[in-house]
């Protein structure tokens, strides 16, 4: 054959055809793997309805925790690594997430094209090494969480706003207020102090009013001058709303995607319910509260004025996925009575900021 010239074609080889099948099926049935099955299309992030969820908020990591605190990084990585086909346990934020994946599903079965539905973005300052553990976790719960913001050891709240995020939950409550400055809905999530069953159909969110839904002018009033001003004020100004809270946008967002089903004729088979659960009195000052929202043309499916009771309790009739409060009183009373409670570092009662406790230090979300 003169130098240059094109080589022949070989035949191939005696076995050379059943060597190499194995091998081609052992990728396919790796990429297979890859793709997801009977998923939906992840929706654009400026359409969807979009949940930030740190790693610790929607799995139990206290072992981890543990590791990084007493160990350092490395530790916590090479642990991580070691442990990666092992699933995390469900934290406080996934009995949550699981209902906004049922909503999304009764959302897509009345607008298969839609893409206003809620969007699962899982937020971390892992190190990326991490991220196949929380990928197997993911996939061993059969979660829809395609979005993962990776900031191996820096904030991930920087980030958040790109993402469009309606609402933001960490265990962590540095990384809370940092979102609570940029003007981002966020809370702390807490875990119950015993197991309470919840709704697997009907996604249920209660708020607190005032510092949460409204601002803190009203808790301002009482703390500087007494329940009987604050009477007195909330009667006098019963007609002009209320100035907006850390999470209103968030009710709003609810609000939207449960007029989609009310415009289908299902106001009464609804898969999102809303509450009010405020200590305020119903006569003396919850005019102002419902005439605000009615302002904003919002409301929530129920109203439950305390006239300063306990939460709790009430808290366990309605069994939500979980309950906003500006106040570690009420988020504390509520995890004793077997609710998911988070806490809005926002308003006046925040002076001065409580210290976070040990299991609150800041770390690998």
């Not at 070989?10 to 297979?32: I, L, M, S, V």
């Not at 908020?57 to 690594?81: C, D, K, N, P």
């Not at 940029?182 to 708020?207: C, K, Y």
């Not at 300063?308 to 004793?336: C, N, S, T, W, Y």
Request: aromatic share 10%.
């Amino acid at each position: 054959m003169e130098p240059g010239a094109p080589r022949e074609p070989r035949e191939p080889g005696p076995g050379a055809e059943t060597a190499a099948a194995p091998h081609w099926e052992e990728a396919k049935t790796f990429y297979d793997n890859l793709a997801p099955k009977k998923k939906p299309k992840s929706p654009k992030p400026q359409n969807a309805v979009t949940i930030a969820v740190s790693s610790r908020a929607l799995f139990r990591m206290e072992e981890e925790q543990r590791i990084y605190t007493e160990q350092g990084v490395e530790e916590y990585v090479r642990y991580q690594l070691e442990h990666e086909n092992e699933p995390f346990s469900p934290g406080p934020a996934f009995p949550f997430v699981k209902a906004l994946e049922a909503v999304n599903r009764r959302l897509r079965e009345l607008y298969p094209d839609s893409e206003d539905v809620f969007d699962i973005v899982l937020v971390t300052n892992n190190h990326a090494q991490v991220g196949v553990r929380l990928i197997n976790s993911i996939n061993h719960y059969d979660l829809f969480i395609e979005r993962f913001c990776m900031t191996g050891g820096n904030s991930p709240i920087c980030y958040l706003k790109a993402y469009h995020t309606n609402l933001y939950l960490s265990a962590d409550a540095e990384k809370v207020r940092e979102a609570i400055d940029e003007g981002i809905a966020a809370a702390t999530i807490f875990s119950p102090s015993r197991d309470v069953a919840v709704s697997q159909s009907q996604l249920r969110v209660a708020f607190d009013g005032d510092a949460v839904l409204f601002s803190d002018e009203s808790e301002r009033i009482v703390k500087a001058h007494g329940l009987d001003r604050f009477f007195e004020h909330e009667k006098a100004h019963e007609n002009k709303p209320l100035a907006q809270g850390p999470l209103k946008g968030f009710l709003e967002a609810l609000g939207r995607l449960q007029k989609k089903f009310y415009s289908k004729g299902l106001r009464l088979e609804c898969p999102i319910r809303t509450y009010l659960v405020t200590a305020r009195s119903a006569a003396s000052s919850g005019a102002r509260a419902l005439k605000t929202l009615r302002s904003w043309g919002l409301e929530t499916d129920e109203a439950l004025f305390l006239a300063g009771a306990p939460k709790g309790p009430l808290l366990e009739k309605i069994r939500p996925h979980i309950f906003f409060d500006d106040q570690m009183f009420h988020v504390a009373g509520a995890q004793e009575m077997g609710t998911v409670a988070a806490h809005v570092p926002y308003g006046v009662a925040q002076t001065p900021r409580r210290t976070a406790p040990p299991n609150e230090a800041p770390s690998a979300q």
